[in-house]
């Protein structure tokens, strides 16, 4: 199957499109009785956003209760993404989550687009352009200047965010809607202890890996809490999870991805 990258500023195709893409081509080959439980991915090479991708999908295993698919994305005949997926038939069993933590609601919460202004305009600017599909509320992070109290948990980012129309129902089209909106901040977050965004030119950022475990029934076009934090970095590498609420407490989905995030020393000019 292929996939077209969407018009775009950006240098290299965006990570979450490609794994929204890849569960997407997945999706289609597996029964509709099954709904994917988690994804695996590994971004290998930097998509070319000027030409289409490739997704070839092999059927790996299908079960009683369970399906399994991998994806490659290929792009000038290399592969550049590596996907694992499983799909689970519904079953009934026991229940338990994380409680949604405290934070302010959506109408509290000032626009990503607003915060940034007052850093850069023209990340502003660029943020409005690139993601004008999605509505992204900053609630805060833990710096700090903001927060003293939390130094024991060293690097806490959190987001209002949804799809802006209407999704409907469709639970392959509202899992790869999750999907893409996950890869959108959860790097930042490791950059948060070090008074850095991911778009500082003082770093080269990109996405290493990548997963997403699916736990309840998603509308991403509903208002969702993206809870991310930081672990740890080392090495030029960042380490992210996170957890998605519904507005309701319910959790959706949790995250983890590991990425680059590498100082760029520059030599001194003459």
Same mark, same amino acid.
């Given at each position: @199957?292929?996939?077209?990258?969407?018009?775009?500023?950006?240098? /290299?195709?965006?990570?979450? %499109?490609?794994?929204? %893409? #890849?569960?997407?081509?997945?999706?289609?080959?597996?029964?509709?009785?099954?709904?994917?439980?988690?994804?695996? &991915?590994?971004?290998?090479?930097?998509?070319?956003?000027? &030409?289409?991708?490739?997704?070839? &999908?092999?059927?790996?295993?299908?079960?009683?209760?369970?399906?399994?698919? @991998?994806?490659?994305?290929?792009?000038?005949?290399? &592969?550049?993404?590596?996907?694992?997926?499983?799909?689970?038939?519904? $079953?009934?069993?026991?229940?338990? %989550?994380?409680?949604?933590? $405290?934070?302010?609601?959506?109408?509290?919460?000032?626009?990503?687009? $607003? !915060?940034?202004?007052?850093?850069?305009?023209?990340?502003?600017?660029?943020? /409005? /352009?690139?993601?004008?599909?999605?509505?992204?509320?900053?609630?805060?992070?833990?710096?700090? +200047?903001?927060?003293?109290? /939390?130094?024991?948990?060293?690097?806490?980012?959190?987001?209002?965010?949804?799809?802006?129309?209407?999704?409907?129902?469709? *639970?392959?089209?509202?899992?790869?809607?999750?999907?893409?909106?996950?890869?959108?901040?959860?790097?930042?977050?490791?950059?948060?202890?070090?008074?850095?965004?991911?778009?500082? *030119?003082?770093?080269?950022?990109?996405?290493?890996?990548?997963?997403?475990?699916?736990?309840?029934?998603? @509308? +991403?076009?509903?208002?969702?809490?993206?809870?991310? @934090?930081?672990?740890? #970095?080392?090495?030029?590498?960042?380490?992210?999870?996170?957890?998605?609420?519904?507005?309701?407490? #319910?959790?959706?989905?949790?995250?983890? %991805?590991?990425?680059?995030?590498? *100082? !760029?020393?520059?030599?001194?000019? #003459?």
């Amino acid at each position: @199957r292929g996939g077209h990258p969407t018009d775009s500023d950006l240098t /290299r195709v965006f990570g979450g %499109q490609v794994a929204a %893409q #890849a569960l997407m081509a997945a999706s289609r080959s597996v029964d509709s009785d099954r709904a994917v439980h988690s994804l695996h &991915v590994y971004f290998l090479l930097g998509g070319d956003p000027s &030409v289409p991708i490739v997704y070839d &999908v092999e059927r790996i295993r299908d079960g009683g209760s369970f399906s399994t698919r @991998r994806v490659s994305a290929r792009q000038h005949g290399k &592969v550049i993404f590596y996907m694992t997926a499983s799909f689970h038939r519904h $079953e009934d069993g026991y229940s338990h %989550q994380d409680a949604m933590p $405290e934070v302010p609601p959506v109408s509290a919460s000032p626009e990503l687009a $607003e !915060v940034l202004a007052y850093v850069d305009t023209q990340a502003a600017e660029h943020w /409005r /352009r690139e993601w004008a599909a999605l509505d992204v509320r900053y609630i805060g992070d833990n710096r700090a +200047a903001d927060d003293p109290s /939390r130094q024991l948990v060293p690097a806490v980012q959190r987001l209002w965010l949804r799809a802006l129309g209407e999704l409907g129902d469709d *639970p392959v089209l509202n899992a790869c809607v999750l999907t893409y909106i996950s890869d959108l901040s959860l790097l930042g977050s490791a950059l948060v202890p070090h008074g850095l965004t991911i778009g500082s *030119p003082k770093i080269q950022p990109a996405s290493l890996d990548h997963a997403v475990w699916f736990h309840r029934p998603i @509308r +991403a076009d509903h208002w969702m809490l993206y809870d991310q @934090r930081s672990p740890s #970095a080392i090495g030029a590498r960042g380490f992210a999870t996170a957890n998605i609420f519904a507005e309701d407490g #319910a959790l959706l989905a949790s995250v983890a %991805q590991e990425g680059l995030i590498r *100082p !760029v020393t520059r030599k001194p000019t #003459a």
